[in-house]
């Protein structure tokens, strides 16, 4: 009677476990879709319900073994979709955490877009509008911050600090890469700022190393940027990282400087991005004040975040704070939009390049 009742509750319990298996598997199933021609992994994910800045990596994991080169879509091969359930797109746009507004931001109910609250309360929503970026990922750096204003400079008897106009064309450069797709890790932050379209920016000394107190000492400082680079760079699965450093110069008053790069030494693929970079800010030039000739240099330097950054890395000096026709490319907002366009091209052509 027992090992009756026991073989009658066995295959009883074995019924009903397929019974689950069966109902999980009808409530959670593998969705697959192939990809339309054009389409990179972040426009893919989006066309298919999905949240870039939430599934990419999972996307990544997933479909390993499917992807062509710095994970391009293939034509007619069908990729695993994340599951919604695990990963559901979020549609709240509270703003989260300095730490996680870092990389990720909050999903807007309009369609493809998103909400950065470090952008500031004008500049926070964007939209994603191509995916010329995606696979890509960038570190974006202004330099100093905290107690380090870094150079200064004077217009009209006003003190203008280094600082903030870096931050500020950061941030915009920042805003453009992930409009085309890009993962973007913010290490410089300040909360109270976003981007800014006043002529005369205030210095504060509020920015946090992603929401960590920046330290006093130089050299603590820039090893603090570096180890928070490195950290997310080894959990990063992208094949495309590059490190930028953004930063104004400070020479003799009568020393007009053109945007000029430093890359990594003995690193030839550092130097081809700051060579391209160069080729790219001529061309942009050429097309707006075709009369006045681009003069920006490339060298090597022996700078610590260059040498102490896995990522490839970018050093970028945007002008001389002390030279009033240079200060001019800082203190009206429209020109720190351009340079920040024209810096985003020319990561848009180095990504390029890197497929070849």
Known sequence: MISDYLSNFMKNFAFLFCLFLLSSLSVFPIETAKPKEGEGINRFLLNNGRNPKVHYDEFIELNKNKLGKNNTLRKDVAYILPSLSANPITTSNTPSTAKTTAATSAKSP?????????????????????????????????GHGGPDCGAIGYVDGKAIHEKEYAYDIMLRLARNLRMEGATVHIIIQDKNKGIRDDKFLKNTKKETCMGKEIPRSQKKRLQQRCDEINALSDKSKSAYQRAIFIHLDSRSQNKPLDVFFYHQQSNAIGK?????????????????????????????????????TKPVSLFAELGNIQNKDDQQRFLRSSNRRLLAEWLCLGLIADYENSKK
């Open 110 to 142: 309009k369609a493809n877009t998103f909400i950065e609250p470090l952008f500031g309360k004008n500049y926070s929503e964007y939209t994603i509008q191509s995916n010329k970026l995606s696979g890509a990922t960038f570190y974006l750096v202004s």
């Open 272 to 308: 081809k991005m700051a060579t391209t970079m160069q080729s790219n800010l001529k061309d942009q030039y050429q097309k707006s004040r075709p009369q006045r000739s681009f003069t920006g240099t490339v060298s090597t330097r022996n700078l610590h975040v260059l040498e102490n």
